[in-house]
C-alpha cells in the first residue's frame, strides 16, 4: 500500500496536492522548507524569528526562543556552542530572571 501511495503522490508537486486536496475533507498541509517557513506571513506575524549576526555565517534569520511570559526578541546573538554554561545569561536575554529562574533550578529543569 505504501509503494502504491509513493507512486501516485510522485506524479505531482507538493503544491498541486495542496490545490487539489486542500479544499477537501483531508487532513492535507505542505511541508515547507525552512527558506518557506522563515518567510510565513502566520509565523512572522507571531514574531516568531530574530535576527541573528554569526562571526562565521553572517546575518539570517532563525527561530528565536519562545519562552512562555517572556518577551520576544527581534535581534539575538548565536547559540553558544558545546560547553556554554551560562544558562542563566542565556535565560536572562529572554527575560528569565531571579525567583523564576531559582524555581527553574530548584526543579532541576537547568543547572
Do not use: K, Y
Not at 509503494?3 to 475533507?25: H, I, K, N, S
Not at 555565517?57 to 558545546?82: D, M, S, T
Request: net charge negative; aromatic share 4%.
Amino acid at each position: 500500500m505504501r509503494q502504491a501511495f509513493r507512486r501516485v503522490f510522485a506524479t505531482r508537486d507538493r503544491d498541486e496536492w495542496v490545490v487539489e486536496l486542500g479544499p477537501l475533507d483531508t487532513c492535507v498541509s505542505p511541508v515547507n522548507t525552512i527558506a518557506e517557513v522563515v518567510d510565513d506571513r502566520q509565523l512572522g506575524a507571531r514574531d516568531v524569528f530574530v535576527a541573528v549576526n554569526h562571526p562565521e555565517h553572517g546575518r539570517f534569520r532563525q527561530v528565536g526562543p519562545i519562552v512562555p511570559g517572556a518577551a520576544r526578541l527581534r535581534e539575538a546573538v548565536p547559540v553558544p556552542g558545546p560547553g556554554a554554561t551560562d544558562v542563566g545569561a542565556v535565560l536572562a536575554e529572554v527575560g528569565i530572571t531571579g525567583e523564576a529562574l531559582e524555581a527553574l533550578r530548584r526543579e532541576g529543569i537547568v543547572g
